[in-house]
């Protein structure tokens, strides 16, 4: 790489929400320890929400300041906020996690210049998919990917049923149902929808997982 393009990328600055150590609580990697490093800022507005905190501020930092936050060779979650709104940043840190395990978790705001480099990718959308999602999950689906649906009292199983079927186009895909929590506690009317359209699922998309935050459970960050 010329040096020109290598002063860039050092000097290149993300807005960092936190970094912490915790076990994944959510998603098809549920219990593996990992590093998280949550970017700030979204442009998203979640009815249920649980990282409002990281929506604004944040500290700038470059990539080698994460690199150096982050021991051991556990695996590395990029989460946010929503990631895809720093992407400049988002490569240069990528170009330093290299030979690491990768995974993110994205709203899908902006296209990604580098799916590939991730070892999986959850994305989150709002059923029912819009075109922009079908175009967000056709780039991802050069790595294997989650699509994460958090299951509220009011989900329709139609826009679930309607984006499995999508979904069931990408041999590398997987669905989650993530019944929505308040605060720690899981949504007793949200599980339950859950765990029925996981059921009803099954037929269509096999691939359907039913997984509650975990880390919420445990009250572990
Ligand atoms: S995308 Fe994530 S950070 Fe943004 S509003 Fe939704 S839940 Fe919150």
Request: charge should be positive; proline fraction near 4%; include cysteine.
């Amino acid at each position: 790489m010329p040096t020109s393009i290598n002063k860039k990328t050092c000097a290149l600055k993300g807005k960092i929400s936190e970094i912490f150590f915790s076990i994944q609580g959510e998603g098809i990697y549920c219990g593996i320890p990992c590093w998280f490093v949550r970017f700030s800022g979204c442009d998203k507005n979640c009815p249920y929400c649980d990282t409002l905190y990281a929506k604004t501020g944040g500290s700038f930092m470059t990539s080698e300041n994460v690199l150096r936050r982050i021991k051991g060779n556990a695996p590395v979650v990029i989460t946010g906020g929503e990631p895809s709104l720093q992407g400049e940043f988002l490569s240069a840190l990528l170009t330093k996690l290299k030979g690491r395990k990768v995974f993110l978790e994205t709203s899908g705001s902006m296209q990604l210049s580098d799916a590939g480099a991730f070892e999986h990718i959850s994305f989150h959308a709002e059923l029912p998919l819009s075109s922009d999602d079908r175009k967000f999950i056709r780039d991802i689906s050069v790595r294997a990917f989650t699509l994460k649906i958090v299951v509220t009292s009011a989900a329709k199983f139609k826009d679930i049923l309607s984006a499995a079927r999508y979904l069931g186009k990408f041999v590398n895909s997987s669905i989650v149902l993530q019944p929505v929590s308040i605060g720690k506690k899981i949504d007793k009317a949200a599980l339950g929808k859950a765990v029925l359209f996981a059921g009803r699922l099954q037929s269509v998309y096999k691939k359907v997982r039913m997984l509650p935050q975990i880390h919420k459970l445990l009250d572990l960050k």
